[in-house]
């Protein structure tokens, strides 16, 4: 993904929906989310890093750090069977339009 318009949005969004799931908001210096542009070598792996701060009892700190890496295209396939699961509870209960709980939930 070269097109820094779309990086940009994307970076957005996705900080947008962690801080809107946080407890409190953090400050944005405390914060970093955001795409990478495609790897080549890296083929269909996504790579995650995640790094988190806090305290714990006593006020000690306390520092995260977690990789994750998968196979890309099938790791949607669970994503997408429950956003079906949804659709077809609400066809069965009757009703119709957007369905937005799923929606904001399974498709970000």
Same mark, same amino acid.
């Given at each position: 993904?070269?097109?820094?318009? =779309? /990086?940009?949005?994307?970076?957005?969004?996705?900080? #947008?929906?962690?801080? %809107? &799931?946080?407890?409190?908001?953090?400050?944005?210096?405390?914060?970093?989310?955001?795409?990478?542009?495609?790897?080549?070598?890296?083929?269909?792996?996504?790579?995650?890093?995640?790094?988190?701060?806090? =305290? /714990?009892?006593?006020?000690?700190?306390?520092?995260? #750090?977690?990789?994750? %890496? &998968?196979?890309?295209?099938?790791?949607?396939?669970?994503?997408?069977?429950?956003?079906?699961?949804?659709?077809?509870?609400?066809?069965d209960?009757?009703?119709?339009?957007?369905?937005?709980?799923?929606?904001?939930?399974?498709m970000?």
């Amino acid at each position: 993904m070269l097109d820094r318009h =779309r /990086l940009m949005s994307k970076k957005e969004s996705k900080t #947008e929906a962690v801080q %809107s &799931v946080a407890g409190e908001r953090l400050a944005d210096e405390d914060i970093h989310i955001g795409p990478s542009d495609y790897v080549p070598w890296q083929k269909d792996n996504k790579v995650c890093f995640i790094r988190m701060e806090g =305290r /714990l009892f006593g006020d000690v700190p306390m520092n995260l #750090e977690l990789r994750l %890496s &998968v196979e890309d295209s099938p790791n949607s396939a669970g994503v997408v069977i429950d956003a079906i699961r949804c659709c077809k509870l609400a066809l069965d209960r009757g009703q119709g339009g957007v369905l937005y709980s799923p929606s904001a939930y399974f498709m970000k």
